[in-house]
C-alpha cells in the first residue's frame, strides 16, 4: 500500500533559522501532493500544494517543489518565526482515492525567540 | 459559511458506553471522511462516504459506524466505547481536490 515518511520531530529552531522538514511517499498513480499544518489545539489547515511534477506550492514564506524522480516533497521556509510553531503533515493524494490522503506521522517544530 | 463544525468538542464516556459524533459541512461537498489522531501517528482513515447514502471502510474501522443520510452530515457512532478509542477526532469534507477539516473532538474512555 501507499506509504508516508516524513522526518521525526520535535525539531527545534531559534526565529530566522532555517527549516527543512523531508517527506517522501510511495504511491500508485500520480498523486496531488498537501502540506497541512496543525496549530496547538487546532485542526489542520492546508498549508500547501503541488498537483504535478515540478510544481511548486508556496504560501506563508514555506514552499514545497513536487520531485517525481526522487518521490519526495520537501517543506522547506528561510526564516521562520515563533508562530510558525506547529506540526506538520505531509499527505499524498492519489488520483484513484475518492480524494483521499494518506497522512505521515506529523513532524512537530518548536521555533525559540 | 461555517465551513466544517463538529460537535461535542469534548466527551468523557466510560468503556461500554456509547455516543455519536456529528460532522456537518455547508460547502456542499460530496466526499465526508473521519479520522483519528493520535501520538505520533499522523491521522488515520476511519471511514468515508463519497455522497449522501453511501459509506466506506478506511484503514481503521472497527468498532465504529457511520451514516450519510443527508449530504451536509456525517454520523460517527461508536456502539460500545473501549479505552483504545482514547483519541482526538477529525472530521472533513471535500470536493475531491483538497479536504477541509473541522476543529476536532477530544474523547476519553476511562
Known amino acids: 500500500g501507499n506509504s508516508v515518511t516524513q522526518m521525526e520531530g520535535p525539531v527545534t529552531l531559534s526565529e530566522e533559522a532555517f527549516l527543512t522538514i523531508n517527506c517522501t511517499y510511495t504511491?500508485?498513480?500520480?498523486?496531488?501532493l498537501f502540506w497541512y499544518v496543525q496549530y496547538p489545539g487546532e485542526g489542520l489547515q492546508l498549508l500547501l500544494k503541488a498537483t504535478k511534477a515540478d510544481d511548486k506550492g508556496s504560501n506563508k514564506g514555506f514552499e514545497a517543489t513536487y520531485r517525481k524522480e526522487t518521490t519526495s516533497f520537501h517543506l522547506e521556509k528561510g526564516s521562520v518565526q515563533v508562530s510558525d510553531s506547529a506540526v506538520y503533515f505531509c499527505a499524498p493524494m492519489t488520483t484513484d482515492s475518492w480524494g483521499k490522503l494518506q497522512f505521515g506521522a506529523g513532524t512537530q517544530v518548536v521555533v525559540t525567540p | 459559511n461555517a465551513g466544517v463544525t463538529q460537535t461535542p468538542k469534548f466527551r468523557v464516556l466510560k468503556t461500554g458506553q456509547s455516543m455519536t459524533l456529528l460532522c456537518a459541512q455547508d460547502m456542499n461537498h460530496e466526499y465526508m471522511y473521519w479520522y483519528r489522531q493520535d501520538p505520533g501517528m499522523g491521522l488515520r482513515l476511519i471511514h468515508y462516504?463519497?455522497?449522501?447514502?453511501?459509506?466506506a471502510k478506511g484503514e481503521v474501522p472497527d468498532g465504529y459506524n457511520v451514516s450519510r443520510l443527508k449530504k451536509q452530515n456525517f454520523l460517527l457512532g461508536l456502539e460500545s466505547a473501549a479505552p483504545s478509542q482514547t483519541s482526538v477526532y477529525f472530521c472533513a469534507s471535500s470536493t475531491g481536490a483538497q479536504q477541509f477539516f473541522g476543529p476536532g473532538t477530544r474523547l476519553t474512555v476511562l
Open positions: 504511491a500508485t498513480g500520480y498523486p496531488s
Open positions: 462516504s463519497v455522497g449522501e447514502g453511501t459509506t
